[in-house]
């Protein structure tokens, strides 16, 4: 649990601006992920990363984009492209399938 | 790709009674099924897990079974308590390595345990 931080823990964004979402781990996890949670709806994945300088596109990855330069961090831009942002933020990393969630970040936008 | 589905979305009982939770999965190569608690404004948390090589695996009041023919697999948690109370998810992931990582999730279930 406390290997993975996420900040802020929430978020304004006012319409038409671009904001990126911090996530970092200490557990020298390889593959890290970005999802998405909304009432009813569960988890969807936006993208993951399976090692350092690689990415993939997940379920809904249409107006996010993500960037790994750094095995410990993985963030998470929502640009203005979004059209509904506003949602429950979740990051997570893994070792042999099993994946470990950060606290998340709840962004509204204004 | 794989396709999740969980059932019921909602589920109350008793303190004490059993529930049970169930999914269905689309793609017979996933072999890794680990179900997730979250409690409210918390992050998911790995509650007990199952691989395909096995057809059930227990942790004290938890359970997972797994029909691999059928692909479901489905959660039981005996004698619950109030702190059960929670919304759980299954999820799915072929597991081992490259894209495998992938989990897919069911859209979850709430349950409410009532003293």
């Known amino acids: 649990d406390g290997g993975i931080t996420q900040s802020p823990k929430y978020l304004f964004r006012k319409e038409g601006q671009n904001v990126t979402l911090s996530c970092e781990q200490n557990?020298?996890?390889?593959?890290m992920y970005w999802y998405r949670q909304d009432p009813g709806q569960g988890l969807r994945l936006i993208y993951y990363?399976?090692?350092?300088?690689?990415?993939q596109k997940g379920d809904i990855a249409e107006g996010y984009s993500v960037s790994r330069e750094k095995k410990e961090s993985f963030p998470l831009t929502v640009t203005s492209a979004q059209k509904n942002p506003t949602a429950f933020y979740l990051c997570?990393?893994?070792?042999?399938?099993?994946?470990?969630f950060g606290p998340g970040t709840r962004l509204t936008v204004l | 790709g794989e396709n999740v589905e969980q059932h019921p979305s909602t589920l109350s009982v008793q303190e004490g009674d059993s529930a049970v939770i169930k999914c269905t999965y689309s793609?017979?190569?996933?072999?890794?099924f680990p179900w997730y608690k979250q409690e409210l404004g918390k992050r998911p948390q790995l509650i007990i897990d199952?691989?395909?090589?096995?057809g059930e695996k227990k942790d004290q009041r938890i359970a997972v079974t797994l029909n691999k023919t059928a692909k479901h697999f489905s959660l039981h948690i005996t004698e619950t308590q109030p702190e059960d109370s929670a919304v759980y998810f299954c999820?799915?992931?072929?597991?081992?390595?490259?894209?495998?990582?992938?989990?897919?999730f069911g859209k979850g279930t709430l349950l409410t345990v009532n003293p």
């Open positions: 990363s399976q090692i350092v300088n690689d990415f």
């Open positions: 199952i691989r395909s090589n096995v």
């Open positions: 999820a799915a992931s072929k597991g081992g390595g490259g894209s495998n990582y992938k989990l897919t």
């Open positions: 793609d017979s190569a996933s072999n890794y």
């Open positions: 557990l020298n996890h390889d593959a």
């Open positions: 997570a990393s893994s070792i042999a399938g099993e994946q470990f």
